[in-house]
T-cell receptor
Framework: NAGVMQNPRHLVRRRGQEARLRCSPMKGHSHVYWYRQLPEEGLKFMVYLQKENIIDESGMPKERFSAEFPKEGPSILRIQQVVRGDSAAYFC?????????????FGQGTRLTVV | AQSVTQLDSHVSVSEGTPVLLRCNYSSSYSPSLFWYVQHPNKGLQLLLKYTSAATLVKGINGFEAEFKKSETSFHLTKPSAHMSDAAEYFCVVSGGGSYIPTFGRGTSLIVHP
């Protein structure tokens, strides 16, 4: 059973371009969380999704950021018109469901660099 | 609402000496608590977790943590530090009235030869 898979592991974008980060949850997991880790800081919650549904996006910036978790395929975190301040590590976690939130399994992260 | 406070941003120890990384939490209900480790430029690895069973939890690599409800603490310990333990450690709380795991700011463990 493969763990949470994130790709790409490293992503370089020029200012103004779009960044797409993908997260495939563990098999059987239907809930996904996205976190952002800025340099020298902890992980900050961004968004919590269930398949085809955003449950909580209270940590998402109001502009340029969006997330989806379609019925088929990975969850996608999309950043439009990236700026230098978006450079960070983005981690995805998955869990079996809201009623079993005793553990969340994390991916290896995507390190975004905006140049 | 829930929160977690890691009391030390950096902890420095000599190889072979004990490790103590402190964590205090705030939660409305009985929480689940976790410790994760992150080596430089790597992902997050679960060290151990507390989910309302035994209060003394043993994890991987010789680490353990004790849940103390009266002190709202979940400190991470290891009897003897190894050079490979040098990493960032995160205390995490979830389930206590919120379904979203909340991270502490992290403690950087430095191990001297």
């Amino acid at each position: 059973n493969a763990g949470v898979m994130q790709n790409p592991r490293h992503l370089v974008r020029r200012r103004g371009q779009e960044a797409r980060l993908r997260c495939s949850p563990m098999k059987g997991h239907s809930h996904v969380y996205w976190y952002r880790q800025l340099p020298e800081e902890g992980l900050k919650f961004m968004v919590y999704l269930q398949k085809e549904n955003i449950i909580d996006e209270s940590g998402m910036p109001k502009e340029r950021f969006s997330a989806e978790f379609p019925k088929e395929g990975p969850s996608i975190l999309r950043i439009q018109q990236v700026v230098r301040g978006d450079s960070a590590a983005y981690f995805c976690a998955s869990s079996p469901g809201q009623e079993t939130l005793t553990e969340a399994f994390f991916g290896q992260g995507t390190r975004l660099t905006v140049v | 609402a829930q929160s977690v406070t890691q009391l030390d941003s950096h902890v420095s120890v000599s190889e072979g000496t004990p490790v103590l990384l402190r964590c205090n939490y705030s939660s409305s209900y009985s929480p689940s608590l976790f410790w994760y480790v992150q080596h430089p430029n790597k992902g997050l690895q679960l060290l151990l977790k507390y989910t309302s069973a035994a209060t003394l939890v043993k994890g991987i690599n010789g680490f353990e943590a004790e849940f103390k409800k009266s002190e709202t603490s979940f400190h991470l310990t290891k009897p003897s530090a190894h050079m490979s333990d040098a990493a960032e450690y995160f205390c995490v709380v979830s389930g206590g009235g919120s379904y979203i795991p909340t991270f502490g700011r992290g403690t950087s463990l430095i191990v001297h030869p």
